[in-house]
């Protein structure tokens, strides 16, 4: 298999694998700094970086009513 030379955008280190990349990703660096670079780092796409279960209506839709 030939390596992919995949990079952390957070640290630059090197991964050979996309799934080291992946497991790097999840274990040394936190959601949010994961988000912060998402964000920053959008360039103004218009395309959405989350599948539609992650939009804002289906998010409320998973909120239970409060009880009176």
């Known amino acids: 298999m030939t390596p992919t030379n995949q990079t952390c955008p957070i640290c630059q280190s090197a991964f050979e ?3 080291r990349l ?3 990703l ?3 660096h936190r959601k949010s700094e ?3 670079y998402l ?3 959008r360039g103004g ?3 959405p970086i ?3 279960e992650d939009d804002e209506e289906s998010r409320s839709n998973t909120h ?3 009880r009176l």
Do not use: W
């Open 22 to 24: 992946t497991v790097h």
């Open 34 to 36: 994961l988000a912060t």
């Open 39 to 41: 964000v920053e780092n």
């Open 17 to 19: 694998k996309e799934t």
């Open 26 to 28: 999840e274990v040394e």
């Open 50 to 52: 989350a599948g539609p």
């Open 45 to 47: 796409s218009a395309a």
């Open 64 to 66: 239970t009513a409060p």
